[in-house]
């Protein structure tokens, strides 16, 4: 019997992957047999030990560095993967920032920044992989997306802009590789703990608590699991979807 969880076989880029929510889907996908490129900009001791534990249980790793946000780099950084493991047939585009502030006082470069890696890098990891894809008939991109996509957020209209932007990316890109057999969707997890989270105060996180239906904060590998799922042969009919990861957040 097939076992349409598996990913042997297959080769996935992340980007962010050294810490959070990257971090744990590379390790949900090198546990279902995918051979994993880590991409970092710059937490390189954290994606080194993470490359080091994947590459100890058994999985194919390599590490790319590179700014997703940077044309050129992007370039080098998936001609690294596939040097080091073959074509990339599943992309994760999770690399995100944030630079919270009212719209009122917000600099223009704090809102070019969170669109810059969030939304440019997502377009840039994309083409860079899709021609490849298109040939091979078959991959699956996912994007990670937000409930702060979906329904906003005083202090965040940049990180809101970047994630909203992602799920019209999706669907658009969803309806373009389709007809050549390559999946596109994404996910959009409520309140994860990460280091982006480590910032909110106590009454933040109760406030976001009694708006939460599950009642608790998101572990990184609840997100993870999904997006496994997604770039399994599992999920082989599902594409332009945006799935919420957020316990009932977005209700």
């Given at each position: 019997m097939?076992?349409?969880?598996?990913l042997?076989?297959?080769?996935a880029?992340?980007?962010?992957a050294?810490r959070?929510?990257?971090r744990?889907?590379?390790?949900?996908?090198?546990?279902?047999?995918?051979s994993?490129?880590i991409?970092?900009r710059?937490?390189?001791?954290a994606?080194?030990e993470?490359a080091?534990?994947?590459g100890g249980?058994g999985?194919?790793v390599?590490?790319?560095?590179?700014d997703?946000a940077?044309?050129?780099?992007?370039?080098?950084?998936v001609e690294a993967a596939e040097?080091?493991l073959?074509?990339v047939?599943?992309?994760v585009?999770?690399?995100?920032?944030?630079?919270d502030?009212l719209?009122?006082?917000m600099d223009?470069e704090?809102f070019?920044?969170?669109l810059?890696?969030?939304?440019?890098?997502a377009?840039l990891?994309s083409r860079?992989v899709?021609?490849?894809?298109?040939k091979?008939?078959?991959?699956?991109?996912?994007?990670?997306?937000?409930?702060i996509g979906r329904?906003?957020?005083?202090?965040q209209?940049?990180?809101?802009a970047?994630?909203?932007?992602?799920?019209g990316?999706?669907k658009?890109?969803?309806r373009e590789?389709g007809p050549?057999?390559v999946?596109?969707n994404?996910v959009a997890?409520?309140?994860?703990i990460?280091?982006?989270t480590?910032?909110l105060t106590?009454?933040m996180?109760q406030?976001?608590?009694?708006?939460?239906?599950?009642?608790r904060l998101?572990?990184?590998?609840?997100?993870?699991?999904?997006?496994?799922?997604l770039?399994s042969p599992?999920?082989?009919?599902i594409?332009g979807?945006v799935?919420?990861i957020?316990g009932?957040l977005g209700i």
């Open positions: 097939t076992d349409n969880n598996t042997e076989g297959q080769v880029l992340v980007t962010g050294s959070g929510i990257g744990a889907t590379a390790t949900a996908l090198a546990n279902a047999g995918a994993v490129a991409n970092y710059s937490q390189r001791e994606a080194e993470l080091e534990s994947l249980a999985a194919g390599a590490l790319v560095q590179g997703v940077d044309t050129a780099q992007v370039a080098s950084m040097a080091a073959g074509p047939s599943i992309l585009n999770n690399a995100g920032v944030t630079r502030g719209v009122m006082r223009a704090d070019d920044a969170v810059a890696t969030s939304l440019r890098g377009f990891c860079a899709a021609r490849g894809m298109m091979a008939r078959s991959g699956s991109i996912i994007n990670i997306s937000s409930v329904r906003g957020n005083a202090g209209a940049n990180y809101a970047a994630k909203a932007g992602l799920i990316f999706t658009s890109l969803a590789l050549r057999g999946r596109v994404a997890p409520g309140y994860v990460t280091d982006m480590e910032g106590d009454e996180k406030t976001i608590l009694g708006n939460t239906p599950l009642g998101a572990q990184p590998e609840d997100v993870a699991a999904v997006i496994a799922f770039a599992a999920a082989s009919y594409t979807a799935i919420p957020d009932g």
